[in-house]
């Protein structure tokens, strides 16, 4: 059985050219509020064990429709925000232990396109109507070679 998984955001999630320029510190505090806002509005919906593969869905409802490579270019923190934290090899002995996607929620495993399979949309709405909509399915048996 394929699993489903849909939350709303409140708002539409900031463009890239909304969000660049800024310090280090202003944009680790923007991604750290991404996860927060991610984390309360789907922290229930959290899968036990994250998919292995999945389709994304990202509906980006605002009042104006950005270029394409504007639109999934600014998806990237919110797509951090759905893969699985995991430690990187230490090379050296004594090192700092790094971690990828530390942001990450536990929905997906990766991001890469061995793991997700995206599509990001913007949909053109009223100034009332704003939101993020994003849909999470899992891909299983005969698909994963797709």
């Known amino acids: 059985m394929t699993r489903k998984i849909t939350f709303t955001l409140p708002a539409p999630y900031p463009l890239v050219n909304r969000t660049t320029g800024y310090s280090h510190f202003t944009t680790a505090r923007q991604k750290n509020d991404m996860q927060r806002e991610v984390a309360a509005v789907a922290y229930r919906l959290r899968p036990s064990v994250p998919f292995e593969r999945a389709h994304v ?3 980006r409802h605002s009042v104006g429709t950005p270029d394409t490579d504007n639109l999934v270019g600014s998806a990237k ?4 925000c759905l893969t699985t934290p995991r430690p990187l090899t230490v090379r050296k002995p004594g090192a700092r232990q790094r971690i990828k996607n530390k942001r990450g929620l ?7 396109p ?4 995206l599509e990001v949309r913007g949909v ?9 909509v994003v849909t999470i399915t899992e891909i299983v048996g005969a698909e994963v070679a797709a």
Do not use: P, S
């Open 106 to 112: 536990g929905f997906v495993v990766d991001d890469g």
């Open 114 to 117: 061995k793991h997700i399979r």
């Open 124 to 132: 053109k709405r009223r100034l009332c109507e704003q939101k993020t």
């Open 57 to 59: 869905l990202i509906e």
């Open 77 to 80: 923190r919110l797509i951090d």
